[in-house]
């Protein structure tokens, strides 16, 4: 059976691009698109969760959560070293434990890493 793994980062439309001049909205929608590819290519099943912020992303996470037995989920950088997101990555990381809790808790620091930190863990 293929392990299934869900990617969850703020969606372009959310993220604060001041706070990270060396991405834009293309460069990082390019990023996720080659992780999936690489991931997929490893054998993965990828879901892409995209979310807003707040409490709205929070739910859409929880939605995401609960599709599938997830055997790792990554929170992105853009949630985790904001500190505006602070509140949003505790909610995602109590909503993993919720709503997928067999599910391995990886970070990237940029989309260009996400596959190793998925390797550190399956």
Request: proline fraction near 5%.
């Amino acid at each position: 059976m293929t392990q299934q793994i869900i990617l969850i980062g703020l969606h372009p439309d959310v993220v604060d691009w001041d706070k990270w001049p060396d991405l834009s909205p293309e460069k990082l929608m390019e990023g996720t698109e080659k992780t999936r590819t690489a991931l997929e290519e490893a054998g993965y099943g990828v879901t892409i969760g995209l979310i807003k912020t707040r409490d709205e992303g929070a739910a859409e996470a929880a939605t995401l959560l609960s599709q599938k037995p997830y055997a790792l989920a990554l929170i992105g950088a853009g949630v985790r070293k904001d500190d505006d997101q602070f509140l949003l990555f505790e909610k995602l990381i109590n909503l993993i434990r919720e709503h997928a809790p067999q599910a391995k808790v990886a970070f990237n620091s940029s989309p260009s890493d996400t596959v190793d930190a998925v390797e550190r863990w399956l």
